[in-house]
């Protein structure tokens, strides 16, 4: 089955900075990459996602790199703030059309942005 | 925005009672979850519900689990016999159907077992 990697498990940056975040996957199957973000005791809140038909997608601030050749992807924030502080999931799935959805989750990243 | 709603936020319960999470999914959503994380620990996958019946299930959900959608728009979980390894939050997820990938959580159940 999919196992998803995901480092570092902690990453402090400054206000303003950019904070980078790896993941690998093992399944060449997957297409559906989605990124979460929790904050402590709330839910995991979709932030980003790609599939594996692109390379690259931006929004805002965030944005996530795909490469499917080394099954690997990654979250680029610019401009932290200290609001991005939370712990950070990626997940993988080999999503087929017929809707039904399984995400294998990584390990996390907490981010600690400070002022 | 439309939200799945868990109740209740959290849920205390002795070892070998029988617990029942309960979700609300996003109503049009056809597709319906449940994951579950142990603290400090990453999301795991339970078992997946569609059209009334399991889709997929994890080596989790064990027998003493059980999925049910009573009336049409609640979902729940079943803990038959609750053990110390239970404790955890539990996420109820959903999802809108064929053509969409998009995996909506629901706020979680901390559920503790004493």
């Known amino acids: 089955g999919e196992n998803v990697e995901q480092h570092p498990s902690t990453l402090s940056v400054q206000e303003g900075d950019s904070a980078v975040i790896k993941c690998t996957y093992s399944d060449s199957a997957s297409n559906y990459f989605p990124w979460y973000k929790q904050e402590l005791g709330k839910r995991p809140q979709l932030i980003i996602d790609i599939r594996s038909n692109v390379g690259e997608k931006k929004d805002q601030r965030i944005a996530v790199t795909l490469n499917k050749t080394a099954k690997h992807f990654s979250l680029h924030i610019t401009e932290t703030q200290p609001e991005d502080s939370a712990v950070y999931f990626c997940a993988a799935s080999n999503w087929m059309n017929t809707g039904f959805q399984k995400l294998v989750f990584g390990t996390g990243t907490r981010l600690l942005v400070s002022p | 925005e439309p939200e799945v709603t868990q109740t209740p936020s959290h849920q205390v319960t002795q070892m070998g009672q029988e617990v029942i999470l309960r979700c609300v999914p996003i109503s049009n959503h056809l597709y319906f979850y449940w994951y579950r994380q142990i603290l400090g620990q990453k999301v795991e996958f339970l078992v997946s519900f569609y059209n009334n019946e399991i889709s997929e299930k994890s080596e989790i959900f064990d027998d003493q689990f059980s999925v049910e959608r009573p009336d049409g728009s609640n979902f729940t979980l079943k803990i038959r016999s609750t053990k110390l390894e239970d404790s955890a939050m539990y996420f109820c997820?959903?999802?809108?159907?064929?053509?969409?990938?998009?995996?909506?959580f629901g706020s979680g159940t901390q559920l503790s077992v004493l």
């Open positions: 997820a959903s999802s809108e159907g064929a053509g969409a990938e998009k995996l909506f």
